[in-house]
């Protein structure tokens, strides 16, 4: 009797000490990673809140997005402990899965809805102001939060796992033997128990994938209509200088369009490749139902869903008017410290 409590006391402390262990890299790897988004965002927000010039719809969507973003910053240390196995009730477990899904929906909608409305700028500029999501605004809004709230809080209304037997080896991944976990292992929290595999599938293939290609169409699409304008204007440039080698400026034009190409590809390839890995890798291991490395699956949504988070501060970075007020206090305090180097240095003199 003394040594089957003594073996349950180690294998408890083993457990914990193993759950501590996932929970201090996740921090390691996500605190720093969510702070530069959270300042970042942060900064961008109060250049465009700062430029009366950026008071428009284009930029309240974009607002809207960076709003988004910098949730999903607040909530990414949170989104990897979704795989870790741990003791909660049923409306803490409920909570600490729902929203950083909900959060990761909203984000990924609202970037959606940026694209499109940049999309439409270029495609068709003349019914571009007669745009449904310019006359009303509020609704567009409720167009992006609302969905992602229904349709994350699912689970919450029953769509979950939580009455069916304890199917995933929960209390014995956990290492932790307890009467409960011969019944529901209602202390037992777990993504298997909240989101069933039908809600994965889809979200995973009937939400997100479809949101991802339709960014890169769009994207895509965007970029070929460059290159044709940019084919027509050297075009007209060759027909009224009368000549057939590119000049200088034909080189600069074609230049930039090659920067611009490049820039969007390490975006692409920077941004959403790791997500598109860490997110049919989950896929795999969710139909093969094979254990897997927590430390893997750990590293892999850091990165995947971190670098995901980047893409509206790559659009808002770029975009001068944005960051126009902390280049302004930069030089300000610059500035300052010019002046008091100088007066120490005259005053040492």
């Given amino acids: 009797m003394e040594r089957s409590l003594q073996m349950s006391l180690m294998m408890d402390r083993n ?14 790897i996500t605190i720093p990673l969510s ?15 700062w430029n009366r010039q950026l008071h428009n719809t284009p930029n309240y969507f974009f607002l809207s997005l960076l709003v988004a973003d910098l949730c999903t910053g607040v909530a990414l240390p949170f989104i990897p402990l979704m795989g870790v196995i741990r003791e909660l009730s049923f409306h803490s477990c409920m909570v600490a899965h729902i929203f950083p899904n909900f959060l990761f929906l909203a984000f990924l909608l609202n970037l959606v809805m ?15 102001n007669n745009l449904w999501m310019h006359r009303s605004f509020p609704l567009a809004l409720l ?22 037997p304890d199917w995933d080896g ?7 033997i307890t009467p409960l976990c011969s019944t529901n292992g209602t202390t037992c929290c777990s993504y298997r128990r909240v989101f069933p595999n039908a809600f994965i599938y889809l979200e995973v293939y009937g939400l997100v994938l479809p949101a991802i290609l339709t960014i890169a169409g769009m994207t895509g ?21 009368r000549g057939n080698h590119a000049s200088d400026q034909e080189q600069r034009l074609n230049l930039r369009y090659t920067r611009c190409v490049v820039a969007v590809s390490l975006t692409f390839l920077a941004c959403w490749v790791p997500y598109l890995i860490y997110m049919h890798v989950c896929i795999a291991f969710l139909i093969s139902d094979t254990k897997w490395s927590s430390t893997t699956h750990i590293v892999l949504s850091c990165t995947g869903i971190g670098s995901m988070a980047v893409v509206p501060l790559v659009l808002g970075l770029a975009n001068r008017q944005y960051t126009e007020p902390a280049n302004k ?3 300000k305090l610059r500035d300052r410290w010019r002046r008091r180097t100088q007066r120490s240095e005259a005053v040492a003199v």
């Fill in 114 to 128: 940026v694209h499109y409305e940049r999309y439409i700028c270029i495609v068709d500029p003349l019914h571009y």
């Fill in 170 to 176: 929960c209390c014995v991944s956990s290492e932790k």
């Fill in 143 to 164: 167009v992006v939060w609302a969905p992602p709230l229904l349709y994350a809080s699912l689970p919450a209304f029953g769509w979950n796992n939580w009455t069916g």
């Fill in 221 to 241: 699409r965007v970029l070929w209509i460059t290159r044709g304008q940019l084919k027509n204007i050297c075009r007209l440039h060759r027909s009224v200088e």
């Fill in 329 to 331: 206090l930069l030089q």
């Fill in 35 to 49: 702070t530069s988004i959270i300042l970042a965002n942060l900064v961008i927000i109060l250049g465009i809140a």
């Fill in 15 to 28: 457990g914990s000490h193993a759950l501590l262990s996932r929970e201090q890299l996740i921090y390691t």
